[in-house]
T-cell receptor, first 113, second 110 residues
C-alpha cells in the first residue's frame, strides 16, 4: 500500500488566490481527517469524514475553508480566497475505525505571499 | 485544559532505553492512551495505544499505571532515527479525531 497520498507537496500562491489541496486515503479506510500544523498553534483538527460524509467541521477556521469527499478514494481542502495567515503544513490522515491508529500523509506545505 | 502533560524535551543516549512519561490524571474509563511521533518535516506516525493493560509492539512498549493516571512509552534501544516529537494523547477511541498537544521533543545523542 502506498499510504495516504497528498498533493501537491509544496504550494506557493499569492494572497487572494484559490488553493486546492488533495488527499487519497488508504483503500478500505472509512475515516478521513484534515489537520493543519503551524509553529504557533501546533496540530489542529480542521474537519473529518466518515464514509465520505462530513461529521465535524468545527475546526475549520473560517468560511474561506471548505472540504469535500466525493468518493472513498479522494478528498479536497479548498481555501478561497487565501491569506498569508493560512500558511501552514496541511496533513490528511485516514483510519479504519476497527484499528485505532491514524495513517498520516506527508503533508502539503502551503505558503501564501 | 490539556488532557495530558508531557515534559517539553528529553535527551537519551543512543543504544539506551528512552522512557517518555505522560500524566493524564483526568482520564476517564473509556479513554485510550495513544502515542504518536513526528519526525522533522514528516507527518505524525502512530506508535502504540492502550486502555489499561501494558502493550508492546515492534516499535515500543506502553506501560500504564494501575490507576491509569500516567503512562510511559519505552523505546528499548534508541537510535538517532528516533529523534522526534512524541505525542501522548488521551481520547475515547479516535472516531472523533485526536487532539495533539505540544509533545516531548526527544533528542537521541550519539
Amino acid at each position: 500500500d502506498a499510504g495516504v497520498i497528498q498533493s501537491p507537496r509544496h504550494e506557493v500562491t499569492e494572497m487572494g488566490q484559490e488553493v486546492t489541496l488533495r488527499c487519497k486515503p488508504i483503500s478500505g479506510h472509512d475515516y478521513l481527517f484534515w489537520y493543519r500544523q503551524t509553529m504557533m498553534r501546533g496540530l489542529e483538527l480542521l474537519i473529518y469524514f466518515n464514509n465520505n460524509v462530513p461529521i465535524d467541521d468545527s475546526g475549520m477556521p473560517e468560511d474561506r475553508f471548505s472540504a469535500k469527499m466525493p468518493n472513498a478514494s479522494f478528498s479536497t481542502l479548498k481555501i478561497q480566497p487565501s491569506e498569508p495567515r493560512d500558511s501552514a503544513v496541511y496533513f490528511c490522515a485516514s483510519s479504519f475505525i476497527g484499528y485505532y491508529g491514524y495513517t498520516f500523509g506527508s503533508g502539503t506545505r502551503l505558503t501564501v505571499v | 485544559d490539556a488532557k495530558t502533560t508531557q515534559p517539553p524535551s528529553m535527551d537519551c543516549a543512543e543504544g539506551r532505553a528512552a522512557n517518555l512519561p505522560c500524566n493524564h490524571s483526568t482520564i476517564s474509563g473509556n479513554e485510550y492512551v495513544y502515542w504518536y511521533r513526528q519526525i522533522h518535516s514528516q507527518g505524525p506516525q502512530y506508535i502504540i495505544h492502550g486502555l489499561k493493560n501494558n502493550e508492546t509492539n515492534e516499535m515500543a512498549s506502553l506501560i500504564i499505571t494501575e490507576d491509569r493516571k500516567s503512562s510511559t512509552l519505552i523505546l528499548p534501544h534508541a537510535t538517532l532515527r528516533d529523534t522526534a516529537v512524541y505525542y501522548c494523547i488521551v481520547e475515547g477511541g479516535g472516531a472523533d479525531g485526536l487532539t495533539f498537544g505540544k509533545g516531548t521533543h526527544l533528542i537521541i545523542q550519539p
